[in-house]
């Protein structure tokens, strides 16, 4: 069964830095695009960004333009996002997850996530 | 406020079934397959349905998703309280360029 699993989240003061990973398991990473979600405690589901298979496309939701940056490793099987000048609002678990097909915006596979506290 | 629209929530009895509305625009919904995930408490979220209708592996066929226009419809049949969850409708925006979801809709099972 395909897997991916988050680490990297943590106890960040305002204005900090994190970077979250999430390595795959299971199938062909750099054939698929691949997406961070995230979720504020009590709240619904926000996509953060996505990345192309080979890395050369990448999209991002407008809070977090110019902060935030996606990338990956495919020879490691892994995905990151760096979270930059981080506010109380970047609180949240950060969900990895892939999507289905190139070119379709469902998300077949994703990992436990990874709680991410901004708080002095 | 999200970019796509859901009831917060919605019930019904053991056995009945249900239906949960997401209504969005010509820049989403009206020319994007729709999606549906289910999320059971603390867990990830599933993946339903995708491409409007089409159910994901293993998902069994009371679930069903439809799309008319700029709504999507994700119904339930033979409701089992193992159905208590929040359910969130999810599509690309091709004016905001992203990937966007409803608010959610969480499902009691009474």
């Known amino acids: 069964e395909e897997q991916l699993v988050e680490s990297g989240g943590g106890l960040v003061q305002p204005g900090g830095s994190l970077r979250l990973s999430c390595v795959a398991s299971r199938f062909t990473f750099s054939n698929s695009w691949m997406a961070w979600v995230r979720q504020a405690p009590g709240k619904g589901l926000e996509w953060v960004a996505n990345i192309k298979p080979d890395g050369s496309e990448t999209y991002y939701v407008g809070s977090v333009k110019g902060r935030f940056t996606i990338s990956r490793d495919n020879a490691k099987n892994s995905l990151y996002l760096q979270m930059n000048s981080l506010t109380a609002d970047d609180t949240a678990v950060y969900y990895c997850a892939r999507h289905r097909v190139q070119g379709r915006p469902d998300l077949d596979v994703w990992g436990q996530g990874t709680t991410v506290t901004v708080s002095s | ?110």
């Open chain 2, 1 to 110: 406020q999200s970019v796509l629209t859901q009831p917060p929530s919605v019930s019904a009895a053991p056995g009945q079934k249900v239906s949960i509305s997401c209504y969005g625009s010509s820049t989403n919904i009206g020319k994007n397959y729709v999606s549906w995930y289910q999320q059971l408490p603390g867990t990830a979220p599933k993946l339903l349905i995708y491409d409007n209708n089409e159910r994901y592996s293993g998902i069994p066929d009371r679930f069903s998703g439809s799309k008319s226009g700029t709504s999507a419809t994700l119904g339930i049949t033979g409701l089992q309280t193992g159905d208590e969850a929040d359910y969130y409708c999810g599509t690309w925006d091709s004016s905001l360029r992203a990937v966007v979801f409803g608010g959610g809709t969480t499902l009691t099972v009474l």
